[in-house]
């Protein structure tokens, strides 16, 4: 546990540091960079590390993984941030909105990498107050690139060790500064994205008789899709299915050749994406037949080469660290979150359960945006969102809680 003395130590450490993590935040949130091409920033990670002692390497190019050991042996704690950024223009009207147009850091990665950064500095600075060894990872394509897996399969764990724990943090759209949320067991869904070509024969759209319209096919497909988690998942298994794009046909009058759908799934298990994406192969063909097309003309199903897998927080590890973040931060200031149909692929560094993992939400709202009742005043910007912008305080709430975190596993083995 964190005794009074180490805490102050951390604090202090933190708010030493505070203007050049503030600089490094601005930087970050002014220069985005997108999927795995994250050079700039990992570039930028990298000497950041280097600059307080770490040993550095590289994976899948732009991972960054940096290793401190302590003077003592003991166990080995990952730690990390991903870096990359959305295809999409940052709204927020802050002096450090994005300056890469079509780029904008609205699900707070710039943030957690550069809590990344204290946290390191923190933890160097206190190298003679733990045994073991710290891996930090500064991990690019998380926004469907499938980052972390490339990351492992580059050999990450295999050159650098396998660690004992992993930990990370999710910045939260609804919590207020200074407040973390913790979630035991299911947090984060699995996700895929999922691509259907649906076939027909074309023809004059004034002569209908002549063709087989894939448009109709298609919305035959959509209502059918609707029914699979309603009718055939269990009703307390949570799964979601969306067609979010319809893309066919050219003019008014001509029955198209093709329609293209383009689907998310999100569920908490494999054997229930399995059993949805069953469902969606079977639907298809049954579509196809009752519209007469040949077997040839069958719709064509392409799943994504890989999926984010489902998080699953360790219970016992989450609730350890949360009686660090209560005695960092008092009781009230930590909460219970929910599970969401989010994706993270964070949870790859688990290996599906082998390793104990647990993703944590760190309040980013200006806090008086709630009521003294605790309710939103006004409109909050969701992740994802143009105007989705964290509150520079919780940089250093981030860091102190992190460090302590890391600290307390560290010496507890």
């Given at each position: 546990?964190?005794?009074?003395?180490?805490?102050?130590?951390?604090?202090?450490?933190?708010?030493?540091?505070?203007?050049?993590?503030?600089?490094?935040?601005?930087?970050?949130?002014?220069?985005?960079?997108?999927?795995?091409?994250?050079?700039?920033?990992?570039?930028?990670?990298?000497?950041?590390?280097?600059?307080?002692?770490?040993?550095?390497?590289?994976?899948?190019?732009?991972?960054?993984?940096?290793?401190?050991?302590?003077?003592?042996?003991?166990?080995?704690?990952?730690?990390?941030?991903?870096?990359?950024a959305l295809d999409m223009n940052d709204?927020?009207?802050?002096?450090?909105?994005?300056?890469?147009?079509?780029?904008?850091?609205t699900c707070g990665h710039a943030m957690?990498?550069?809590?990344?950064?204290?946290?390191?500095?923190?933890?160097?600075?206190?190298?003679?107050?733990?045994?073991?060894?710290?891996?930090?990872?500064?991990?690019?394509?998380?926004?469907?690139?499938?980052?972390?897996?490339?990351?492992?399969?580059?050999?990450?764990?295999?050159?650098?060790?396998?660690?004992?724990?992993?930990?990370?943090?999710?910045?939260?759209?609804?919590?207020?500064?200074?407040?973390?949320?913790?979630?035991?067991?299911?947090?984060?869904?699995?996700?895929?994205?999922?691509?259907?070509?649906?076939?027909?024969?074309?023809?004059?759209?004034?002569?209908?008789?002549?063709?087989?319209?894939?448009?109709?096919?298609?919305?035959?497909?959509?209502?059918?899709?609707?029914?699979?988690?309603?009718?055939?998942?269990?009703?307390?298994?949570?799964?979601?299915?969306?067609?979010?794009?319809?893309?066919?046909?050219?003019?008014?009058?001509?029955?198209?050749?093709?329609?293209?759908?383009?689907?998310?799934?999100?569920?908490?298990?494999?054997?229930?994406?399995?059993?949805?994406?069953?469902?969606?192969?079977?639907?298809?063909?049954?579509?196809?037949?009752?519209?007469?097309?040949?077997?040839?003309?069958?719709?064509?199903?392409?799943?994504?080469?890989?999926?984010?897998?489902?998080?699953?927080?360790?219970?016992?590890?989450?609730?350890?660290?949360?009686?660090?973040?209560?005695?960092?931060?008092?009781?009230?200031?930590?909460?219970?979150?929910?599970?969401?149909?989010?994706?993270?692929?964070?949870?790859?560094?688990?290996?599906?359960?082998?390793?104990?993992?647990?993703?944590?939400?760190?309040?980013?709202?200006?806090?008086?945006?709630?009521?003294?009742?605790g309710h939103v005043k006004g409109f909050?910007?969701?992740?994802?969102?143009?105007?989705?912008?964290?509150?520079?305080?919780?940089?250093?709430?981030?860091?102190?809680?992190?460090?302590?975190?890391?600290?307390?596993?560290?010496?507890?083995?």
């Amino acid at each position: 546990m964190i005794d009074a003395e180490l805490k102050n130590k951390i604090q202090s450490h933190t708010a030493q540091d505070l203007p050049h993590l503030e600089a490094l935040f601005k930087h970050y949130h002014s220069h985005p960079e997108t999927g795995m091409e994250t050079f700039e920033t990992a570039n930028r990670q990298e000497q950041e590390l280097q600059q307080v002692g770490y040993r550095t390497g590289r994976k899948a190019q732009t991972g960054v993984v940096g290793i401190l050991e302590g003077n003592v042996p003991g166990p080995t704690v990952l730690y990390r941030a991903d870096m990359d950024a959305l295809d999409m223009n940052d709204e927020s009207g802050l002096p450090w909105a994005s300056q890469n147009l079509g780029k904008a850091h609205t699900c707070g990665h710039a943030m957690v990498s550069t809590i990344l950064i204290g946290v390191a500095r923190n933890l160097a600075k206190l190298r003679e107050q733990w045994r073991g060894k710290v891996m930090i990872i500064a991990q690019p394509g998380e926004e469907g690139f499938d980052g972390s897996g490339k990351m492992l399969a580059d050999g990450l764990y295999q050159d650098f060790g396998r660690p004992d724990y992993g930990l990370a943090y999710h910045m939260s759209p609804t919590l207020p500064v200074g407040t973390l949320g913790v979630v035991k067991g299911r947090a984060l869904a699995l996700a895929q994205f999922v691509d259907i070509w649906i076939y027909g024969v074309g023809g004059h759209g004034g002569n209908p008789h002549t063709a087989i319209d894939p448009v109709v096919l298609a919305a035959s497909i959509i209502m059918r899709i609707q029914t699979v988690v309603s009718r055939e998942i269990a009703p307390l298994e949570p799964a979601v299915v969306t067609v979010g794009s319809i893309n066919g046909g050219t003019k008014h009058s001509i029955i198209p050749e093709e329609v293209h759908l383009r689907l998310t799934i999100r569920c908490f298990s494999i054997a229930v994406y399995e059993q949805i994406i069953g469902a969606i192969a079977r639907i298809c063909d049954a579509e196809a037949m009752a519209s007469a097309l040949p077997k040839d003309k069958y719709p064509c199903i392409e799943e994504r080469p890989f999926l984010t897998e489902p998080l699953n927080n360790d219970p016992v590890l989450t609730e350890r660290i949360e009686k660090v973040f209560v005695a960092m931060q008092g009781e009230k200031q930590v909460v219970q979150e929910e599970p969401y149909t989010f994706g993270e692929d964070f949870s790859s560094f688990g290996l599906r359960g082998e390793i104990p993992i647990s993703l944590v939400w760190l309040g980013a709202v200006d806090p008086q945006k709630f009521g003294p009742d605790g309710h939103v005043k006004g409109f909050l910007p969701g992740l994802h969102h143009p105007k989705f912008a964290p509150d520079l305080r919780a940089i250093p709430v981030g860091v102190n809680n992190m460090t302590a975190a890391i600290v307390a596993l560290l010496n507890e083995g």
